[in-house]
């Protein structure tokens, strides 16, 4: 089980805390700090069941400033949460194969039953 974290980020610690009373298998990927590559990103939106509009956090100022009202692909958006990533929605949790945004916190419940 891997779980994308921003430790400043409420529900990402509420999603932590879920995986914490529920497993000691787990590893922590600060992704500001240890940003995700474009093929990590494009491995984990299948496993999300989303495309990748449906990760970029829109309300963030550099998506505000830079890309709101612009036609991009898949394959742009990926890219942009690749070098910002800031911009993508968190935290995610990924275990087996399948994925889940931790928003709410309980939607992390999902991957151990």
């Not at 974290?5 to 240890?34: D, G």
């Not at 890219?79 to 709410?104: C, D, F, Y």
């Amino acid at each position: 089980m891997r779980i994308y974290h921003n430790p400043m980020c409420r529900k990402s610690r509420q999603a932590l805390a879920i995986v914490e009373k529920n497993t000691s298998e787990f590893e922590i990927v600060e992704y500001l700090k240890n940003p995700l590559t474009v093929k990590e990103i494009k491995v984990l939106l299948p496993q999300l069941n989303i495309k990748a509009g449906e990760l970029v956090r829109t309300q963030e100022a550099i998506w505000k400033e830079k890309y709101k009202g612009k036609i991009l692909t898949d394959n742009e958006m990926i890219n942009i949460m690749a070098k910002n990533p800031k911009l993508i929605e968190r935290p995610i949790v990924e275990h087996n194969n399948k994925a889940v945004i931790g928003r709410p916190p309980e939607n992390v419940l999902s991957l151990f039953t």
